[in-house]
């Protein structure tokens, strides 16, 4: 089965360290995204990357970096100048959208991150 | 700037019907979706509207006014599964193809 897949599923991180979340996708699709959901916030774009070796910040993107060597794969590291990282960290993917449109983005299980 | 309205909770009995509202404003429209989000879990995707008018499916619809720039989702004979937060967002029409997503609308089940 096609799908997304988001590892770990729970992530703790002391003070000063980098941690990197994981997404892997083989649906194929051009375009991947990371959110981050606080509780009553939503969903905040952190990256995203409509093709290999290229990607844009989004609206929260300090304290976080991305890469995209692989169109399968779109890893999050949140650095340790991201003061304030608990939170549910989702990634997406999707078909280009410059090409289809109407194609929904299709979310990974998710990863809580917490501060030991 | 670019918004998405949503009320925060609502609350409605086993069987009854309930509609969610959704207001937005973006620089540009390239289409609206809604989402399901169990707690904890992923969102999953419900309906898509890019052109004004009613989509239905099974027991959710989905209506759009762009000149409104309104949306609503309903959903009838409601179980207790559909208990969960519901998500409006919307796609913008540049090429950044940012899509924006609303707080969502905690739905309650009651029997």
């Known amino acids: 089965d096609g799908g997304i897949t988001q590892s770990p599923k729970y992530l703790f991180r002391k003070e000063g360290q980098n941690v990197t979340l994981s997404c892997e996708q083989n649906l194929n699709h051009d375009a991947m995204y990371w959110y981050r959901q606080d509780p009553g916030q939503g969903l905040r774009l952190i990256y995203y990357?409509?093709?290999?070796?290229?990607?844009q910040k989004g609206d929260i993107a300090e304290g976080y970096s991305v890469s995209r060597e692989k169109k399968e794969s779109f890893p999050l590291t949140v650095t340790s100048a991201q003061k304030n990282p608990t939170a549910f960290y989702l990634c997406?993917?999707?078909?280009?959208?410059?090409?289809?449109?109407?194609?929904?983005?299709?979310f990974g299980d998710g990863t809580r991150l917490s501060i030991l | 700037g670019q918004n998405i309205d949503q009320p925060t909770e609502m609350t409605a009995t086993e069987g009854a019907i309930v509609q969610i509202n959704c207001t937005y404003q973006t620089s540009g429209f390239n289409g609206l979706f809604w989402y399901q989000q169990h707690a904890g879990e992923a969102p999953t995707f419900l309906s898509y509207?890019?052109?004004?008018g009613l989509e239905e499916k099974g027991r959710f619809s989905s209506f759009l006014s762009r000149s409104k720039g309104y949306s609503y989702l309903l959903l009838k004979e409601l179980q207790m599964k559909d208990s969960a937060s519901y998500l409006c967002?919307?796609?913008?029409?540049?090429?950044?193809?940012?899509?924006?997503f609303g707080k969502g609308t905690r739905l309650h089940i009651l029997p």
């Open positions: 967002a919307v796609r913008s029409l540049n090429r950044d193809d940012k899509i924006i």
């Open positions: 509207n890019v052109l004004d």
């Open positions: 990357s409509q093709i290999v070796n290229d990607f």
């Open positions: 997406a993917s999707s078909i280009d959208p410059l090409r289809v449109s109407n194609q929904p983005q299709h």
